[in-house]
């Protein structure tokens, strides 16, 4: 009886792994991609939130803030407001690009996704809808996660959405030992970043390839 349960358990979660990184592609809709050489990548953060209670960003950065100053001193808080804002706009950015642009030059008509190139006839849109850094502790650690929302319109027509699709807590491979040094939340988020450029790769085979 245990084990069946068990059984069923690692099931459940299973399944719910496989639906979280699942990305739904219209191979129609999408067929435009294959005749690009380049496409245009923006990055938003519409609407961010955190955590399993949804904080919004500014909120949680406020707790943030509180929390490190408590555990060290403001001006510990204040660098991790500042390495923050660096790697939401630069570094987790350019982790996605590589890692998609690495994983879709695997296909025959695969283009260059860019980030802020508008001569590219279309742009993908990336919004980061949800974030959780995890943990990595003595007694156990937790990956990072986000979820991301994309929309495909022709560069010039921003305001008709050619197509939209998503991608539910791509989780980070949290395989780093115990270690505090330089703030690793921001390194687990990164891995995060890697895993949703990879999935969206590999989703777009079935247009590129």
Known sequence: MIKTLLTSLLLCI????????????DKKALSFLASQEKVN???TFDSLTFDGKNIPEAKFLQMRYVEVSEWKDKEAAKEWLELYDEHKNQKWQELFLATLNEKTAEYKNAPVFNKNDSSAKYTMK?????M????????GKEPSKVSMTFDFYE???????LFSTEISRAMGVNNESYNL???????????????AGYKLGQAFKRVLN
């Open 41 to 43: 990548v923006v990055f």
């Open 14 to 25: 299973s399944s719910q792994f496989l639906v979280a990184q699942h990305i739904d592609i």
């Open 155 to 161: 560069t010039k027509n921003p305001s008709i959405v």
């Open 126 to 130: 990336v919004n980061s809808d949800w």
């Open 132 to 139: 959780y850094f995890g943990y990595n502790v003595i007694i």
């Open 181 to 195: 040094r330089d703030w690793p939340s921001f390194r687990r988020m990164g891995k995060a970043y890697i895993r």
